[in-house]
T-cell receptor
Framework: KAGVTQTPRYLIKTRGQQVTLSCSPI?????VSWYQQTPGQGLQFLFE???????NKGNFPGRFSGRQFSNSRSEMNVSTLELGDSALYLC?????????????FGPGTRLTVT | AQTVTQSQPEMSVQEAETVTLSCTYD???????LFWYKQPPSRQMILVIR??????QNATENRFSVNFQKAAKSFSLKISDSQLGDAAMYFC??????????FGSGTKLNVKP
């Protein structure tokens, strides 16, 4: 089985712009979660989607949004980029709908905001 | 709110020796799951070991084992016979509400040849 894929792998944007990141989960997985990883804050949960519905959301401003398509692929959007949004954005998919399911992580998208 | 604390930012171990990484968490829930994830320099996070809170028996995966102390809210990872490939960032994680995960700040493990 192919693993979790994320595109693009690297991105450079200017403050004020918006960006869309994509995540393709492992085939058959219906849950997709997004995380922001920074050296100072570590891994922070953004949101989780299951069957096109957002089930959980972390403590991030409304500039961060996401969606999931019927094929379980997910996109994350950040509008009005700020310098502090520079981070590694990780996507993880899970095969189970309930708690305790193992999450499989993608390689991440490195976003740099200048 | 749930919090996960890893008090050791960095640790070193000699190849073939044993090392223990610490993790504590705070929760008011009784049913939850705990994980250790490894993030090598290539950045791909992979699961090391998983523990269900309702199970008293400590999880073991080959050279990796945990010491789960539910009352103390402690979940440490022991790596036996350390290998050079074990060098990575290790993250402790907690999950209860479906797939909402809380991660610790990580411990960087160095393995000396």
């Amino acid at each position: 089985k192919a693993g979790v894929t994320q595109t693009p792998r690297y991105l450079i944007k200017t403050r004020g712009q918006q960006v869309t990141l994509s995540c393709s989960p492992i085939s058959g997985h219906r849950s997709v979660s997004w995380y922001q990883q920074t050296p100072g804050q570590g891994l922070q949960f953004l949101f989780e989607y299951f069957s096109e519905t957002q089930r959980n959301k972390g403590n991030f401003p409304g500039r961060f949004s996401g969606r999931q398509f019927s094929n379980s692929r997910s996109e994350m959007n950040v509008s009005t980029l700020e310098l502090g949004d520079s981070a590694l954005y990780l996507c993880a998919s899970s095969g189970g709908p309930g708690q305790g399911s193992e999450q499989y992580f993608g390689p991440g998208t490195r976003l740099t905001v200048t | 709110a749930q919090t996960v604390t890893q008090s050791q930012p960095e640790m070193s171990v000699q190849e073939a020796e044993t090392v223990t990484l610490s993790c504590t968490y705070d929760t008011s829930e009784s049913d939850y799951y705990l994980f250790w994830y490894k993030q090598p320099p290539s950045r791909q996070m992979i699961l090391v070991i998983r523990q269900e809170a309702y199970k008293q028996q400590n999880a073991t995966e080959n050279r990796f084992s945990v010491n789960f102390q539910k009352a103390a809210k402690s979940f440490s990872l022991k790596i036996s016979d350390s290998q050079l490939g074990d060098a990575a960032m290790y993250f402790c994680a907690y999950s209860s509400n479906f797939n909402k995960f809380y991660f610790g700040s990580g411990t960087k493990l160095n393995v000396k040849p």
